[in-house]
Nanobody, 126 residues
Framework: LQELVESGGGSVQPGGSLRLSCRASGYTYSTYCRGWFRQAPGKEREGVAIIDSDAGISYADSVKGRFTISKDSADNTLYLQMNSLTPEDTAKYYC????????????????????WGQGTQVTVSS
């Protein structure tokens, strides 16, 4: 069982930045892909960014050029650097891991992931 704990959410003005972190604990082996998803009130969960074991990265079109996903394998931590935030980025952000699975060829597919964090709220408003 892998446990994921996110941190770094908060409130920020439009144009601001936040850095989310996600620490994995428990069974951290055979994790071939990690990612970030988000869900805004009344909307479906959407994929934001994923990074696989070969450091291959994919982003949702809505965040390309603004968000950067990275990982520190030494301490099993996943990051999401978010710049130029807009009110449309307001959502609860979830970290996810694909344990014993591979991501779907560069696409961000939530069903690839079988371990999820509890989420951290990001609110962008003036």
């Amino acid at each position: 069982l892998q446990e994921l704990v996110e941190s770094g959410g908060g409130s920020v003005q439009p144009g601001g930045s936040l850095r989310l972190s996600c620490r994995a604990s428990g069974y951290t082996y055979s994790t071939y892909c990690r990612g970030w998803f988000r869900q805004a009130p009344g909307k479906e969960r959407e994929g934001v960014a994923i990074i696989d074991s070969d450091a291959g990265i994919s982003y949702a079109d809505s965040v390309k050029g603004r968000f950067t996903i990275s990982k520190d394998s030494a301490d099993n931590t996943l990051y999401l650097q978010m710049n130029s935030l807009t009110p449309e980025d307001t959502a609860k952000y979830y970290c996810a891991s694909a344990v014993g699975r591979y991501c779907s060829g560069g696409s961000i597919v939530s069903s690839d992931f079988n371990a999820w964090g509890q989420g951290t709220q990001v609110t962008v408003s003036s």
